[in-house]
């Protein structure tokens, strides 16, 4: 799915303040240019992962993320709170501060264990300077984040379903984007 479009697009502004919808593309455009790091700074983005685990508890945590191919994409160790929920229940939510908009995306984390996957993403994860391998079904590297637990790594695929955008700068605004997957 190389282009993510919406199905349907709302606006928020419940306020009366007269803003317009903004495209899906003025969220889009952002995941994919904040791809990368910073030597200085670490990633370009700073994303959040919310999973509820199967007692009902709320959870989060900040993760690294690739935007690659409409979808989403993290990782995790097996043994974390985050990968425990997800196995449990596979909804999630992802947020970020992008340059001008506050985004929260809705959706579901699957595991990815599919070889030809696992290569594209080990290959966009080492382009941007963390040298992963695949082994067997997850990944390894010399290092990872510390919350994201010792390898191996779970590759997960974050499906959007729904995002949320507040605008950050200028004129203001909110927009809700739904996408059938």
Same mark, same amino acid.
């Given at each position: 799915? %190389?282009?993510?479009?919406? /199905?349907? /697009?709302?606006?928020?502004?419940?306020?009366?303040?007269?803003? &317009?919808?903004?495209?899906?593309?003025?969220?889009?455009?952002?995941?994919?240019?904040?791809?990368?790091?910073? &030597? &200085?700074?670490?990633?370009? #983005?700073?994303?959040?992962?919310? /999973?509820?685990?199967?007692?009902?508890?709320?959870?989060?945590?900040?993760?690294?993320?690739?935007?690659?191919?409409?979808?989403?994409?993290?990782?995790?160790?097996?043994? /974390?709170?985050?990968?425990?929920? #997800?196995?449990?229940?596979?909804?999630?939510?992802?947020?970020?501060?992008?340059?001008?908009?506050?985004?929260?995306?809705?959706?579901?984390? &699957?595991?990815?264990?599919?070889?030809? %996957?696992?290569? =594209?993403?080990?290959?966009?994860?080492?382009?941007?300077?963390?040298?992963?391998?695949?082994?067997?079904?997850?990944?390894?590297?010399?290092?990872?984040?510390?919350?994201?637990?010792?390898?191996?790594?779970?590759?997960? =695929?974050?499906?959007?379903?729904?995002?949320?955008?507040?605008?950050?700068?200028?004129?203001?605004?909110? %927009?809700?984007?739904?996408? =059938?997957?």
């Amino acid at each position: 799915m %190389t282009d993510l479009e919406p /199905t349907e /697009t709302a606006n928020l502004d419940s306020g009366g303040y007269g803003t &317009d919808t903004f495209p899906w593309s003025r969220a889009r455009e952002q995941l994919i240019a904040g791809l990368g790091v910073d &030597d &200085d700074k670490g990633p370009a #983005l700073s994303y959040f992962l919310g /999973t509820v685990s199967p007692g009902g508890r709320p959870h989060s945590a900040g993760i690294g993320a690739l935007w690659d191919d409409g979808d989403m994409y993290f990782t995790s160790g097996p043994g /974390t709170r985050k990968s425990r929920d #997800l196995a449990a229940n596979a909804l999630c939510t992802l947020s970020v501060r992008l340059d001008d908009l506050d985004l929260v995306l809705d959706g579901h984390a &699957d595991r990815v264990t599919d070889a030809p %996957t696992l290569d =594209r993403l080990a290959d966009r994860y080492r382009d941007q300077g963390w040298p992963a391998e695949v082994d067997g079904a997850a990944f390894t590297a010399p290092y990872s984040a510390p919350s994201a637990g010792p390898a191996p790594w779970y590759l997960y =695929r974050f499906s959007i379903t729904q995002g949320v955008a507040l605008s950050i700068k200028g004129s203001g605004g909110a %927009t809700r984007w739904r996408f =059938r997957r």
